[in-house]
């Protein structure tokens, strides 16, 4: 019986993942900061849930022991935790533009560090990490900071090849488009009494965030980004990059036709 090792499994992707991989007859290593408010996944008797904050590489270390000793053996690690910082960088909280770095790329490498010396023992393993479209294009304004840690991941992603390729540990991106989920509900973008020049953005955002949680633009529904998720993991798919939406596509599409200086102006027409 194949075992993965899943971050943030407290809610969207995730959850979705976890229990789509314990249903196809995988044990699950499902992680998440606050277990003890966990009540679905605990059912399951595939699932074994374990505290993990990615931002502590001890608790990292931690959690990859319990899932070791709990199954004998992980075959897989997906990186889903992560967050989305959004707002005019100048107005940003510092301690947002930390967190940020802290969770979507510090988080991976304190993971996947946990998880090595166990893969290099059993001569291979394998390591999804789950970045965006935003993670090799821009195409929201005010996303400079989720953008940098996205192209941040993919670097890591990359670069890791050489390195792990001798030892048969293999590394996968998931490059998800929008998807149906809580998240932009949480995005509340920063503002300031003395600073108004950035009124007019955040505006022209707040008004797409608005059309998303009303569900006037179509989103992909996890389910696809968790069936791409598990093809990768079970071999069926084999590329190193998997695009997962049909903004996916069309943003790469459009990315790829252009010159960037157009493509920069086109995007920012569409939030006009």
């Known amino acids: 019986m194949k075992t993965v090792f899943i971050t943030g499994t407290s809610t969207g992707l995730g959850r979705a993942a976890a229990l789509y991989f314990a249903n196809e007859g995988w044990q699950v290593a499902a992680t998440l900061r606050s ?44 990186n889903n935790a992560g967050n989305g910082i959004y707002g005019a960088l100048e107005l940003v909280p510092e301690g947002s533009i930390d967190d940020q770095y802290a969770v979507n790329v510090r988080g991976v ?40 840690s996205k192209f941040a991941l993919e670097g890591l992603t990359e670069g890791l090849y050489y390195e792990l390729k001798p030892h048969n540990i293999h590394l996968r991106l998931i490059q998800a488009g929008g998807f149906a989920s809580d998240f932009v509900s949480k995005i509340n973008l920063p503002t300031s009494d003395t600073i ?6 955040n505006a022209r955002l707040n008004k797409v965030f608005d059309s ?61």
Not at 40 to 57: A, F, G, Y
Not at 196 to 201: K, L, Q, W
Not at 241 to 262: F, H, K
């Open 212 to 272: 998303v949680k009303t569900k006037s633009i179509p989103l992909t529904q996890p389910l696809a980004i968790v069936e791409q998720i598990y093809a990768v993991a079970t071999g069926a798919n084999q590329q190193f990059r998997t695009p997962v939406g049909q903004d996916t596509a069309s943003l790469i599409a459009m990315r790829n036709s252009l010159p960037l200086a157009e493509y920069l102006e086109k995007v920012d027409a569409m939030f006009a």
């Open 196 to 201: 108004r020049d950035y009124d007019a953005v």
């Open 109 to 148: 490498i304190n993971v996947i560090r946990a998880f090595l010396p166990h893969f290099r023992a059993n001569h291979g393993g394998m390591f999804i990490n789950i970045s965006s479209y935003m993670g090799f294009l821009t195409a929201v304004p005010l996303g400079s900071l989720y953008n940098m």
């Open 35 to 78: 277990p003890e408010k966990e009540t679905e996944l605990q059912k399951n008797p595939n699932i074994r849930v374990i505290p993990l904050d990615v931002t502590d590489p001890v608790q990292a270390q931690r959690a990859a022991a319990a899932a070791i000793d709990a199954f004998g053996r992980i075959d897989v690690v997906v």
